[in-house]
């Protein structure tokens, strides 16, 4: 029993200082403005796997529209910035692993949208009881024309 936890350990260290040696520490760092320059607050920043297009993380940018994707494999990725309002833009980038590499900055085009028009419609109550008098609706009702 001493002897299969003694292996267990040593293999335990083993594994973790190669998983160590394999995984670097690097960060993708950017920012997000409109086309005016102005810094955008809030937009949804998405890091997404070439191979497979799987989310591998996830940031949402801050008020000077700064945003940052820490512990990072090397790879290529698919960077996609959106936000209400505003219309989508992505790139696709090769990062190596290490430090932090810097990436020019988004710029969102905002989006127009033409909106449908919208109808309002209003129906009276069918009866109107008040102190002095009591009141029928007759357009509330359905009479056959």
Do not use: W
């Amino acid at each position: 029993m001493c002897r299969l936890f003694y292996h267990l350990a040593v293999v335990g260290v083993f594994f973790s200082s190669f998983m160590q040696s394999i995984q670097t520490d690097g960060n993708i760092v950017g920012q997000v403005t409109s086309e005016n320059q102005s810094f955008l607050e809030g937009a949804q920043i998405v890091l997404k796997s070439c191979k497979d297009s799987l989310v591998v993380k996830t940031a949402i940018s801050n008020k000077d529209g700064r945003f940052v994707l820490k512990h990072l494999l090397s790879g290529r990725y698919i960077i996609q910035v959106s936000m209400v309002g505003y219309q989508k833009e992505a790139r696709t980038i090769s990062f190596n692993g290490e430090g932090s590499l810097l990436i020019d900055p988004f710029r969102l085009k905002i989006e127009i949208q033409q909106l449908g028009d919208i109808v309002v419609t209003a129906k009276r109550k069918p009866v109107e009881i008040s102190a002095e008098k009591t009141v029928i609706n007759l357009s509330s009702f359905n009479l056959g024309s």
